[in-house]
Protein backbone atom coordinates (compact mmCIF):
# COMPACT_ATOMS: atom_id res chain seq x y z
CA UNK A 1 0.00 0.00 0.00
CA UNK A 2 1.34 3.45 -0.79
CA UNK A 3 2.16 5.44 2.27
CA UNK A 4 1.88 9.14 3.51
CA UNK A 5 5.55 9.65 1.78
CA UNK A 6 4.38 8.54 -1.29
CA UNK A 7 1.26 10.79 -1.39
CA UNK A 8 3.56 13.88 -0.56
CA UNK A 9 6.04 13.05 -2.51
CA UNK A 10 3.23 12.44 -5.77
CA UNK A 11 1.60 15.77 -4.50
CA UNK A 12 5.25 17.29 -4.64
CA UNK A 13 4.29 18.50 -0.79
CA UNK A 14 1.51 18.60 0.99
CA UNK A 15 1.16 22.79 2.06
CA UNK A 16 -1.72 23.64 1.79
CA UNK A 17 -3.16 20.69 -0.04
CA UNK A 18 -6.24 19.59 1.19
CA UNK A 19 -6.60 16.03 2.36
CA UNK A 20 -9.58 14.10 3.32
CA UNK A 21 -8.69 11.37 5.82
CA UNK A 22 -11.19 8.36 6.34
CA UNK A 23 -11.13 7.99 10.15
CA UNK A 24 -13.21 4.72 11.97
CA UNK A 25 -14.32 7.27 14.91
CA UNK A 26 -17.28 4.66 15.64
CA UNK A 27 -16.69 5.45 19.54
CA UNK A 28 -18.87 3.62 22.12
CA UNK A 29 -21.17 6.50 23.52
CA UNK A 30 -23.01 6.54 26.95
CA UNK A 31 -25.37 8.93 28.19
CA UNK A 32 -23.53 11.54 30.02
CA UNK A 33 -25.99 12.70 32.77
CA UNK A 34 -27.18 15.60 31.34
CA UNK A 35 -29.25 14.28 28.27
CA UNK A 36 -25.81 14.54 26.36
CA UNK A 37 -23.80 11.47 24.68
CA UNK A 38 -20.11 11.31 25.74
CA UNK A 39 -17.58 9.09 24.81
CA UNK A 40 -16.99 6.29 26.64
CA UNK A 41 -13.71 4.58 25.37
CA UNK A 42 -11.41 7.18 22.83
CA UNK A 43 -9.22 4.37 21.65
CA UNK A 44 -10.34 4.85 17.76
CA UNK A 45 -9.44 9.15 18.19
CA UNK A 46 -6.19 8.89 19.66
CA UNK A 47 -5.37 6.24 17.36
CA UNK A 48 -5.49 8.26 14.60
CA UNK A 49 -3.71 11.12 16.20
CA UNK A 50 0.05 9.89 14.83
CA UNK A 51 -1.80 10.48 11.06
CA UNK A 52 -3.64 13.46 11.01
CA UNK A 53 -0.59 14.92 13.25
CA UNK A 54 1.57 14.12 10.31
CA UNK A 55 -0.87 16.06 8.00
CA UNK A 56 -1.03 18.91 10.07
CA UNK A 57 2.41 19.46 10.64
CA UNK A 58 3.21 19.37 6.65
CA UNK A 59 0.64 22.27 6.35
CA UNK A 60 -1.82 20.11 4.82
CA UNK A 61 -5.54 21.36 5.55
CA UNK A 62 -6.94 18.30 7.00
CA UNK A 63 -10.35 17.37 6.60
CA UNK A 64 -11.96 14.15 8.72
CA UNK A 65 -14.99 11.55 7.84
CA UNK A 66 -16.40 8.99 9.34
CA UNK A 67 -19.60 7.26 10.39
CA UNK A 68 -21.11 6.39 13.85
CA UNK A 69 -23.22 3.73 14.41
CA UNK A 70 -25.84 2.41 12.30
CA UNK A 71 -28.38 5.37 10.95
CA UNK A 72 -30.45 4.01 7.99
CA UNK A 73 -28.83 6.77 5.43
CA UNK A 74 -30.48 9.93 6.87
CA UNK A 75 -29.51 12.40 9.49
CA UNK A 76 -30.48 11.20 12.96
CA UNK A 77 -29.36 13.86 15.89
CA UNK A 78 -28.45 10.48 18.22
CA UNK A 79 -26.09 9.57 15.65
CA UNK A 80 -24.13 12.77 15.29
CA UNK A 81 -20.72 12.97 15.60
CA UNK A 82 -20.32 16.08 17.51
CA UNK A 83 -18.97 13.98 20.72
CA UNK A 84 -16.22 12.83 18.34
CA UNK A 85 -15.95 16.47 17.00
CA UNK A 86 -15.28 17.69 20.12
CA UNK A 87 -12.24 15.32 21.48
CA UNK A 88 -10.92 15.74 18.06
CA UNK A 89 -10.49 19.57 18.93
CA UNK A 90 -8.61 18.97 22.01
CA UNK A 91 -6.61 16.43 21.03
CA UNK A 92 -6.13 18.03 16.66
CA UNK A 93 -6.70 21.10 16.82
CA UNK A 94 -7.30 22.62 13.13
CA UNK A 95 -8.77 19.09 11.86
CA UNK A 96 -11.87 19.56 10.69
CA UNK A 97 -14.68 16.85 11.08
CA UNK A 98 -17.49 16.30 8.56
CA UNK A 99 -20.79 14.83 9.69
CA UNK A 100 -21.86 10.70 9.93
CA UNK A 101 -21.12 9.46 6.62
CA UNK A 102 -24.55 7.16 7.07
CA UNK A 103 -26.49 10.19 7.34
CA UNK A 104 -26.35 10.11 3.25
CA UNK A 105 -27.89 6.65 1.64
CA UNK A 106 -24.74 6.69 -0.60
CA UNK A 107 -22.24 5.75 1.70
CA UNK A 108 -23.47 2.23 2.42
CA UNK A 109 -24.84 1.19 -0.60
CA UNK A 110 -21.12 2.87 -1.79
CA UNK A 111 -23.35 5.20 -5.02
CA UNK A 112 -20.60 6.86 -7.43
CA UNK A 113 -22.46 10.36 -6.76
CA UNK A 114 -21.63 9.96 -3.30
CA UNK A 115 -17.89 9.01 -3.34
CA UNK A 116 -17.82 12.33 -6.16
CA UNK A 117 -19.73 14.32 -3.57
CA UNK A 118 -16.84 13.24 -1.19
CA UNK A 119 -13.86 13.79 -3.14
CA UNK A 120 -15.05 17.36 -4.61
CA UNK A 121 -15.41 18.72 -1.31
CA UNK A 122 -19.16 19.25 -1.49
CA UNK A 123 -19.95 17.72 1.71
CA UNK A 124 -21.13 19.85 4.66
CA UNK A 125 -18.05 19.77 7.06
CA UNK A 126 -20.39 21.31 10.09
CA UNK A 127 -17.16 20.67 12.65
CA UNK A 128 -13.78 23.21 12.56
CA UNK A 129 -14.46 23.30 8.65
CA UNK A 130 -14.88 26.93 6.56
CA UNK A 131 -17.09 28.88 7.36
CA UNK A 132 -20.92 28.31 5.69
CA UNK A 133 -21.10 29.84 2.43
CA UNK A 134 -17.46 28.93 1.31
CA UNK A 135 -17.28 27.89 -2.04
CA UNK A 136 -16.64 23.83 -1.81
CA UNK A 137 -12.55 23.20 -2.99
CA UNK A 138 -12.13 19.42 -4.38
CA UNK A 139 -9.86 17.23 -2.35
CA UNK A 140 -6.22 16.76 -3.79
CA UNK A 141 -5.49 13.12 -1.82
CA UNK A 142 -6.78 11.20 0.62
CA UNK A 143 -6.05 9.40 3.23
CA UNK A 144 -7.42 5.60 4.42
CA UNK A 145 -6.70 5.37 8.29
CA UNK A 146 -10.18 3.57 8.86
CA UNK A 147 -8.88 0.21 10.16
CA UNK A 148 -11.83 -1.11 11.66
CA UNK A 149 -14.16 0.12 9.10
CA UNK A 150 -12.06 -0.86 6.11
CA UNK A 151 -13.87 -4.48 6.09
CA UNK A 152 -16.82 -2.72 4.62
CA UNK A 153 -16.64 -1.90 0.35
CA UNK A 154 -18.69 1.55 1.47
CA UNK A 155 -18.46 4.87 -0.95
CA UNK A 156 -15.99 6.59 1.57
CA UNK A 157 -13.47 3.09 1.75
CA UNK A 158 -12.83 2.20 -1.59
CA UNK A 159 -14.01 5.46 -3.61
CA UNK A 160 -12.13 7.75 -2.82
CA UNK A 161 -8.67 6.04 -4.31
CA UNK A 162 -9.94 5.86 -7.85
CA UNK A 163 -10.12 9.19 -7.81
CA UNK A 164 -7.82 11.10 -6.25
CA UNK A 165 -4.08 10.04 -5.11
CA UNK A 166 -4.24 8.12 -1.57
CA UNK A 167 -2.35 6.43 0.95
CA UNK A 168 -2.75 4.33 3.98
CA UNK A 169 -2.57 5.70 7.48
CA UNK A 170 -0.03 5.13 9.88
CA UNK A 171 -3.00 3.29 12.06
CA UNK A 172 -3.86 1.28 9.21
CA UNK A 173 -0.75 0.14 7.93
CA UNK A 174 0.37 -0.87 11.37
CA UNK A 175 -2.87 -2.73 12.21
CA UNK A 176 -2.91 -4.32 8.40
CA UNK A 177 1.26 -5.45 9.41
CA UNK A 178 -0.21 -6.73 12.57
CA UNK A 179 -3.21 -8.34 12.36
CA UNK A 180 -2.38 -9.88 8.27
CA UNK A 181 1.33 -10.73 9.79
CA UNK A 182 -0.69 -13.22 12.16
CA UNK A 183 -1.92 -15.05 8.94
CA UNK A 184 1.66 -15.90 7.95
CA UNK A 185 4.62 -14.70 10.19
CA UNK A 186 3.06 -15.55 13.86
CA UNK A 187 6.04 -17.01 16.08
CA UNK A 188 5.13 -20.61 17.31
CA UNK A 189 3.59 -21.69 19.38
CA UNK A 190 0.63 -19.39 18.09
CA UNK A 191 -2.50 -19.20 20.70
CA UNK A 192 -5.99 -18.13 19.34
CA UNK A 193 -8.46 -16.98 22.71
CA UNK A 194 -11.98 -16.51 21.29
CA UNK A 195 -14.74 -15.47 23.45
CA UNK A 196 -18.12 -12.85 23.03
CA UNK A 197 -21.31 -13.77 22.64
CA UNK A 198 -22.14 -15.80 19.40
CA UNK A 199 -20.28 -18.78 17.47
CA UNK A 200 -22.18 -17.34 14.54
CA UNK A 201 -20.51 -14.34 14.40
CA UNK A 202 -17.02 -16.15 14.75
CA UNK A 203 -17.05 -19.02 12.24
CA UNK A 204 -15.14 -18.40 9.58
CA UNK A 205 -12.87 -16.64 11.45
CA UNK A 206 -12.60 -20.07 13.83
CA UNK A 207 -12.14 -22.16 10.59
CA UNK A 208 -9.57 -19.96 9.46
CA UNK A 209 -7.65 -19.66 12.49
CA UNK A 210 -7.57 -23.54 13.61
CA UNK A 211 -5.63 -24.19 10.02
CA UNK A 212 -2.95 -21.60 11.38
CA UNK A 213 -2.99 -21.36 15.22
CA UNK A 214 -1.45 -24.24 17.26
CA UNK A 215 -4.17 -24.13 19.68
CA UNK A 216 -7.14 -22.85 19.81
CA UNK A 217 -8.91 -21.86 22.94
CA UNK A 218 -12.73 -21.16 23.45
CA UNK A 219 -14.54 -19.02 26.50
CA UNK A 220 -17.55 -16.81 26.23
CA UNK A 221 -20.65 -17.02 25.19
CA UNK A 222 -20.31 -19.32 21.77
CA UNK A 223 -18.23 -22.02 24.31
CA UNK A 224 -21.60 -23.38 25.14
CA UNK A 225 -22.80 -23.99 21.80
CA UNK A 226 -19.32 -26.29 21.45
CA UNK A 227 -20.16 -27.72 25.27
CA UNK A 228 -23.55 -28.73 23.80
CA UNK A 229 -21.91 -30.31 20.71
CA UNK A 230 -19.88 -32.51 23.29
CA UNK A 231 -23.21 -33.64 24.59
CA UNK A 232 -23.33 -31.59 28.36
CA UNK A 233 -26.35 -29.85 29.17
CA UNK A 234 -25.99 -26.56 29.25
CA UNK A 235 -29.11 -25.40 30.96
CA UNK A 236 -30.42 -21.53 30.04
CA UNK A 237 -26.91 -20.46 28.79
CA UNK A 238 -26.52 -18.78 25.71
CA UNK A 239 -26.87 -21.62 22.21
CA UNK A 240 -27.12 -21.50 18.82
CA UNK A 241 -28.75 -24.93 17.97
CA UNK A 242 -27.97 -24.36 14.19
CA UNK A 243 -24.26 -24.32 14.58
CA UNK A 244 -24.14 -27.68 16.70
CA UNK A 245 -23.63 -29.39 13.91
CA UNK A 246 -20.36 -27.31 12.48
CA UNK A 247 -18.92 -27.65 16.19
CA UNK A 248 -19.36 -31.18 16.34
CA UNK A 249 -17.01 -31.18 13.09
CA UNK A 250 -14.45 -28.88 14.20
CA UNK A 251 -14.00 -30.55 17.44
CA UNK A 252 -13.54 -33.61 15.54
CA UNK A 253 -11.17 -32.32 13.02
CA UNK A 254 -8.39 -33.14 15.01
CA UNK A 255 -7.47 -29.54 16.09
CA UNK A 256 -6.18 -28.66 19.32
CA UNK A 257 -9.23 -26.71 20.80
CA UNK A 258 -9.53 -26.38 24.69
CA UNK A 259 -13.03 -25.57 26.26
CA UNK A 260 -13.40 -24.47 29.59
CA UNK A 261 -13.84 -27.16 31.75
CA UNK A 262 -15.85 -25.21 35.08
CA UNK A 263 -18.25 -22.28 34.32
CA UNK A 264 -19.64 -19.23 36.98
CA UNK A 265 -23.25 -19.43 36.68
CA UNK A 266 -26.47 -17.71 37.93
CA UNK A 267 -29.02 -20.57 38.83
CA UNK A 268 -32.67 -20.46 38.73
CA UNK A 269 -32.82 -18.52 42.41
CA UNK A 270 -30.33 -15.98 41.63
CA UNK A 271 -27.27 -17.24 43.38
CA UNK A 272 -23.75 -17.51 41.75
CA UNK A 273 -22.32 -21.18 41.48
CA UNK A 274 -19.11 -22.89 40.42
CA UNK A 275 -20.38 -25.37 38.45
CA UNK A 276 -18.38 -28.06 35.75
CA UNK A 277 -18.94 -28.59 32.20
CA UNK A 278 -22.58 -29.52 32.84
CA UNK A 279 -25.40 -26.95 33.67
CA UNK A 280 -28.69 -27.74 34.60
CA UNK A 281 -31.92 -26.20 33.74
CA UNK A 282 -32.78 -22.67 34.62
CA UNK A 283 -28.47 -22.18 35.15
CA UNK A 284 -26.85 -19.73 33.04
CA UNK A 285 -23.20 -19.85 32.48
CA UNK A 286 -22.15 -16.18 32.05
CA UNK A 287 -17.89 -16.87 32.83
CA UNK A 288 -15.51 -19.31 32.98
CA UNK A 289 -14.65 -20.44 35.85
CA UNK A 290 -11.62 -20.23 38.19
CA UNK A 291 -10.15 -24.23 36.62
CA UNK A 292 -10.68 -23.21 33.24
CA UNK A 293 -9.04 -19.58 33.90
CA UNK A 294 -6.03 -21.32 35.70
CA UNK A 295 -6.01 -23.34 32.41
CA UNK A 296 -6.00 -21.13 29.80
CA UNK A 297 -3.24 -19.08 31.29
CA UNK A 298 -1.02 -22.61 31.60
CA UNK A 299 -1.93 -22.39 27.14
CA UNK A 300 -0.74 -18.47 27.17
CA UNK A 301 1.69 -18.86 29.62
CA UNK A 302 3.49 -21.45 26.80
CA UNK A 303 3.02 -19.35 23.82
CA UNK A 304 4.93 -17.29 21.55
CA UNK A 305 2.11 -15.15 19.94
CA UNK A 306 -1.15 -14.52 21.53
CA UNK A 307 -4.01 -13.54 20.02
CA UNK A 308 -7.59 -12.71 22.10
CA UNK A 309 -11.08 -11.53 20.61
CA UNK A 310 -14.14 -11.28 22.85
CA UNK A 311 -14.90 -11.20 26.41
CA UNK A 312 -14.31 -15.04 28.56
CA UNK A 313 -17.81 -13.88 30.52
CA UNK A 314 -19.97 -10.74 31.02
CA UNK A 315 -17.58 -8.45 32.50
CA UNK A 316 -19.45 -5.72 32.70
CA UNK A 317 -20.86 -7.48 35.94
CA UNK A 318 -18.02 -7.76 38.54
CA UNK A 319 -19.63 -11.32 39.42
CA UNK A 320 -18.61 -12.51 36.09
CA UNK A 321 -15.49 -10.56 35.47
CA UNK A 322 -12.90 -12.92 36.55
CA UNK A 323 -12.47 -14.86 33.88
CA UNK A 324 -11.69 -12.23 31.32
CA UNK A 325 -9.66 -10.15 33.96
CA UNK A 326 -7.78 -13.67 34.11
CA UNK A 327 -7.16 -13.83 30.70
CA UNK A 328 -6.36 -10.34 30.53
CA UNK A 329 -3.85 -10.65 32.86
CA UNK A 330 -2.30 -13.55 31.69
CA UNK A 331 -1.19 -11.70 28.42
CA UNK A 332 -0.06 -9.01 30.11
CA UNK A 333 2.28 -11.51 32.03
CA UNK A 334 3.09 -13.36 29.21
CA UNK A 335 6.28 -12.74 27.13
CA UNK A 336 4.42 -13.67 23.62
CA UNK A 337 3.70 -11.11 21.03
CA UNK A 338 0.06 -10.35 22.76
CA UNK A 339 -2.99 -8.54 20.26
CA UNK A 340 -6.08 -7.63 21.22
CA UNK A 341 -8.79 -7.10 18.67
CA UNK A 342 -12.36 -6.01 19.35
CA UNK A 343 -14.08 -3.23 21.24
CA UNK A 344 -15.19 -5.44 24.32
CA UNK A 345 -12.26 -6.72 24.63
CA UNK A 346 -10.17 -3.64 24.04
CA UNK A 347 -12.31 -2.26 26.81
CA UNK A 348 -11.50 -4.98 29.52
CA UNK A 349 -8.19 -4.70 28.96
CA UNK A 350 -8.49 -0.64 29.56
CA UNK A 351 -10.87 -0.94 31.93
CA UNK A 352 -8.01 -3.65 33.86
CA UNK A 353 -5.78 -0.77 33.65
CA UNK A 354 -3.09 -3.61 31.34
CA UNK A 355 -3.31 -1.80 28.23
CA UNK A 356 0.24 -0.76 28.62
CA UNK A 357 1.10 -4.20 28.54
CA UNK A 358 0.16 -5.65 25.76
CA UNK A 359 1.62 -5.40 22.29
CA UNK A 360 -0.90 -4.34 20.23
CA UNK A 361 -4.76 -3.48 20.64
CA UNK A 362 -6.91 -3.57 17.49
CA UNK A 363 -9.32 -0.78 16.73
CA UNK A 364 -11.00 -3.07 14.69
CA UNK A 365 -13.37 -6.33 15.79
CA UNK A 366 -15.03 -7.50 12.19
CA UNK A 367 -12.24 -6.15 10.37
CA UNK A 368 -9.26 -7.58 12.35
CA UNK A 369 -11.65 -10.93 11.78
CA UNK A 370 -12.36 -10.93 8.34
CA UNK A 371 -8.29 -9.88 7.62
CA UNK A 372 -7.15 -12.98 9.79
CA UNK A 373 -10.47 -15.06 7.40
CA UNK A 374 -9.71 -13.65 4.09
CA UNK A 375 -6.26 -12.20 4.36
CA UNK A 376 -7.02 -9.46 3.00
CA UNK A 377 -10.22 -6.09 3.31
CA UNK A 378 -12.27 -4.09 0.96
CA UNK A 379 -10.23 -0.91 2.33
CA UNK A 380 -6.58 -2.13 1.40
CA UNK A 381 -7.25 -3.93 -1.89
CA UNK A 382 -8.63 -0.61 -3.01
CA UNK A 383 -5.50 1.50 -1.93
CA UNK A 384 -3.20 -1.23 -3.40
CA UNK A 385 -5.40 -0.74 -6.88
CA UNK A 386 -5.15 2.18 -6.69
CA UNK A 387 -4.40 3.98 -10.40
CA UNK A 388 -4.04 7.38 -8.63
CA UNK A 389 -1.17 6.49 -6.19
C1 LIG B 1 -16.85 -1.35 13.95
O1 LIG B 1 -17.19 -0.77 14.97
O2 LIG B 1 -16.65 -2.59 13.91
C2 LIG B 1 -16.62 -0.56 12.72
O3 LIG B 1 -16.66 0.81 12.97
C3 LIG B 1 -17.59 -0.95 11.62
O4 LIG B 1 -18.92 -0.66 12.00
P1 LIG B 1 -20.10 -1.46 11.30
O5 LIG B 1 -20.03 -2.87 11.80
O6 LIG B 1 -21.38 -0.76 11.70
O7 LIG B 1 -19.87 -1.41 9.81
MG1 LIG C 1 3.97 -9.54 26.15
Redo the contacts with the bound molecule.
Sequence with gaps: MPALEDLEQRLGGLDGRRILVRC?F?VPLRDGGDGRQEIADDL?IRAALPTLRWLTERGASVTACS?L??PSGVPDERYSLAPAAERLAALAPGVALAENLRFSPGEMSNDPAFVEALVSGSLPVPFGGSPAGTDPAAFDGYVND?F??S??A?ASIVGPPQRLPSAAGRLLQREADVLGGLRTDAKRPFVAVLGGAKVSDKLGVVEALIDVVDTLVIGGGMCFTFLAALGHPIGDSLCEPDFIETCERLLGSGASIVLPNDITALDAGGTVRQMGRSLPDGCRGLDIGPGSAAEFDDVIAGARTVFWNGPMGLFEDERFAAGTRAVAQSMADSRAFTVVGG?DSAAAVAQFGLAPYMDHIST????GLELIEHGDLPGLAALRDSPQR
Design positions: DNRHGRAGAHRHGGGGA
